[in-house]
């Protein structure tokens, strides 16, 4: 099946998309998509795919993210920001709530985080602080910045869904390799943690945030929008900034703006970007990606990108 798909990302999230309004696949079909298009080994590569799908009566459009093991996500903010610019565009409008898997987005193309820049905020959330939405059996009601035994016996866990799950450790530095460790167990699927969990540690710095993820169903990745969403909220719950106060959270992709209420609202601003549009054939049996046709390049958007990341 050939498909017409975009690369994009959203502040290094990179994502192929698919305008899926009219597709009929199955469930199964489109985690083998999944699969054969996020392969970094293969022709594409990617975080993950994203989908573009009709809305409901709430929203104008909907996302589908769907990890590359073909996971299907509850949300990926960096992603709703793609999705919404390409909703946008469809239908000639620039707000619009996005339906999520088991929420709500909502989003309007904002001022350019930094020139040439294509810029959306969104707002997500409430956030939740029960762990028995998760579950996490043997947890406390909630988990604010304390000690989860069964994953570690020393480090200090704060535990937010976004509506994902999000598991946020404040660092002084951060230590990749002990963040793999503690996200493979995570990603195990342990008897206390049957639906796995995105593990973030992060540094204050200053104002700002640095939030480095292992995200369920992708592994180490440069950037997670619901993990800076998550980590906001966090730092704002446990005083390490302020509520309503807007900061700059840093990843290895870039950055976005954000604030976090007591509401549990999560507002995040940053970049929709266009690399490439083309299409490809996928092999729905074998789950493989092959004949890659690259009809359109974007270069003064990546190269706007790229400016924006050093500041």
Known sequence: MRFAIVKCHGSGNDFPMIDARDLSLSETEWAGVARALADRAGPVGGDGILLLVPGDDRAAFGMVMRNSDGSEAETCLNGVRC??????????IDAATVRLKTSHADAVRDAELSPGVYTVRETAGPAGLSTAAWPIHGAPEQLVDAVLPMLDGTRRFTAVTMPNPHLVHFVDQVDETELVRL???????PEWLPNRANLSFVELR???????????????????????????????????????????VFNRGGLVRAFAGQDGMVTLSGNATYEWAGS??????TETASDLVVERRFPDEIAAWDAAKRG
């Open 183 to 189: 996200g493979r167990i995570c990603e195990a699927a």
């Open 206 to 248: 200053g104002d700002a945030l640095f939030v480095r993820t292992f995200e369920r169903g992708v592994g180490l990745t440069d950037s997670c929008g619901s993990a800076m969403a998550a980590s906001t909220y966090a730092a704002c719950l446990t005083g390490r900034i302020a509520w309503d106060r807007p900061t700059v």
């Open 280 to 285: 490809i054939s996928v092999d729905l049996a």
């Open 83 to 92: 999705v919404a610019r390409a909703g946008f565009e469809a239908l000639g």
